[in-house]
C-alpha cells in the first residue's frame, strides 16, 4: 500500500474483493447493490471532474444530504485529490443553516435535491460547483454551476493508473461545523490517520470481519460516524446499506438485521420511545406477561429464560431492527439512564465509543445572511429577489 489513506484503503478492498457487495441503497422499495469495483471506479469518475472543475489538495468540498451513497462517494473522491469532506447536519433550522453556508461560504458543494440546492443558492449564489443527487424539481435550472451526479459517474470505466490518490496518512480528511451556543461558529477535524486509527482499535475490539451489515441511518455530519461506520467498513470490507429515507429508516432497519448498528443518543431514544408507544396497558395480561418475560430473561434460568425470549424479547428485537445487532454502538452523548436500562434488559449491550475531539472556535465570525442578499437562480425563465 502507498500510503495508510481512506482512498488506499478503498483500493485495497476494490482488489482484494472487487465482485463483493459494498454498499446497498433502497431506492423506490428495491435495494441495489454496487461491488467494491463499481464503487472504487466511481470515485475516480468523480474523483476526476472534481480535478477538472479545479478542485485540488486542501480544498473542501460540503455535503448537505441525508445519508445517501453519492454524499459518501463523493468524500472520497475529495480525499483522493487531497482534499476535505465537511458534511453539514442537515437537520439545522432554515435560518441556522443558511446562516452557516453564508459563513463558509462554500465553492464545492454536493446537495441532494432541490431543497438543498435553493438553500446552496440562498446563501452563496456564485458557487463554483454545485453537485445534486435527486433530479426531481431540477430540470429548469442551467446555472453553469449544477451538475448532476449521475452524469458525472456515467462517462465509462475510470483508468485507475492515471489519477493517483494524493491524499497522505496526516492530511485532514473530514471537518465539521456547527453553530455553538452562542452563535459562533466552531468546528472538528480528522486525519485519515486518526481515522483508520478508531477504526482499527474498533474492528480489533469487536472483530469486525467483511460478513457484517450495517446500516447507514444518520448523515456524516457526526464525527463518530466517520470513525466507526465510514473507517471501519474500508478497513473490514463488509456490506455498508443506505436506507430509502429518513423516514423509513427504522423499517429497513427491520427489514435488514444488520449486525453493526452506529447511532447517537437521539438513534436510541427514538427507538425506545417506539417501544413505549406499543407497550400494552399496565392493566392488561399483555403487559403483565411482558414483565413477566423481561424478569425471566434477566435471571436467565434456562428454560424460562428461553420462553421468555421466545415470547417477548425476540419481538420486541424485531420491532427495533436488532435481533441480529451483534455490535451496537453509541456514538457521542450518553444514553438516558432509562433507555440504558431498557436495551440492557432486552439483552442489547449499547457500546460507548466516544467522538474524542472537542469542538474548536473557529476565526471565522458568524455572518448572518441579510434577507436582501438573497438570490433564487432558477435557470433563464426564474430569477427572484427575496425581500
Known amino acids: 500500500m502507498a500510503a495508510d489513506t481512506l482512498p488506499d484503503w478503498l483500493a485495497v478492498q476494490a482488489e482484494k474483493r472487487p465482485a463483493q457487495v459494498a454498499i446497498r441503497h433502497k431506492k423506490l ?4 447493490e454496487q461491488p467494491w469495483h463499481a464503487v472504487h471506479n466511481k470515485v475516480l469518475l468523480a474523483a476526476r471532474f472534481l480535478k477538472q ?6 480544498d473542501t468540498l460540503f ?7 453519492e454524499a459518501l462517494l463523493l468524500s472520497l473522491a475529495a480525499h483522493w485529490l487531497g482534499g476535505i469532506a465537511a458534511p453539514l447536519d442537515p437537520a439545522y433550522a432554515q435560518p441556522q443553516l443558511l446562516d452557516l453556508l453564508h459563513t463558509l461560504r462554500p465553492q464545492f458543494v454536493f446537495a441532494e435535491a432541490q431543497a438543498q440546492v435553493d438553500q446552496v443558492f440562498d446563501a452563496k449564489p456564485d458557487v463554483s460547483v454545485l453537485i445534486y443527487a435527486n433530479a426531481r424539481g431540477l430540470a429548469d435550472y442551467t446555472h453553469p454551476a449544477i451538475h448532476a451526479y449521475t452524469n458525472i459517474i456515467s462517462v465509462g470505466e475510470a483508468v485507475h493508473g492515471t489519477l493517483a490518490a494524493v491524499a ?4 485532514l480528511a473530514f471537518r465539521f461545523y456547527r453553530l455553538g451556543d452562542a452563535y459562533q461558529l466552531e468546528y472538528r477535524e480528522l486525519s485519515h490517520a486518526e481515522l483508520l486509527k478508531n477504526g482499527r482499535q474498533l474492528v480489533v475490539h469487536e472483530l469486525l470481519t467483511d460478513k457484517e451489515e450495517a446500516l447507514a441511518a444518520r448523515a456524516f455530519a457526526a ?7 465510514l473507517s471501519p467498513w474500508l478497513l473490514a470490507g463488509f456490506k455498508l446499506n443506505f436506507p430509502e429515507n429518513l423516514s423509513t429508516r427504522d423499517t429497513d432497519r427491520r427489514e435488514l438485521g444488520p449486525t ?8 436510541y431514544q427514538r427507538l425506545y420511545t417506539l417501544v413505549q408507544s406499543r407497550w400494552p396497558l399496565p392493566a392488561s395480561w399483555q403487559f403483565t406477561l411482558v414483565k413477566w418475560a423481561l424478569h425471566q430473561y434477566q435471571k436467565r434460568v434456562p428454560l424460562l429464560a428461553a420462553i421468555a425470549n421466545w415470547l417477548v424479547i425476540l419481538p420486541l428485537k424485531d420491532v427495533l ?30 457500546r460507548d465509543w466516544p467522538e474524542e475531539a472537542d469542538w474548536q472556535a473557529s476565526p471565522l465570525q458568524v455572518i448572518p445572511r441579510p434577507p436582501s442578499h438573497t438570490e433564487h437562480y432558477f435557470g433563464l425563465k426564474n430569477l427572484r429577489a427575496a425581500i
Open 223 to 229: 464525527s463518530g460516524h466517520a470513525r466507526y461506520l
Open 29 to 32: 422499495g428495491i435495494w441495489h
Open 321 to 350: 431492527g436488532l435481533r441480529h445487532a451483534r455490535v451496537p454502538l453509541l456514538v457521542g452523548e450518553p444514553l438516558s439512564a432509562e433507555a440504558e436500562q431498557f436495551f440492557k434488559s432486552i439483552g442489547i449491550q449499547v
Open 63 to 69: 455535503l448537505l444530504s441525508e445519508p445517501r451513497p
Open 53 to 58: 472543475q479545479g478542485f485540488g489538495s486542501g
Open 168 to 171: 497522505k496518512p496526516e492530511s
Open 260 to 267: 453493526l448498528v452506529a447511532g447517537t443518543a437521539a438513534t
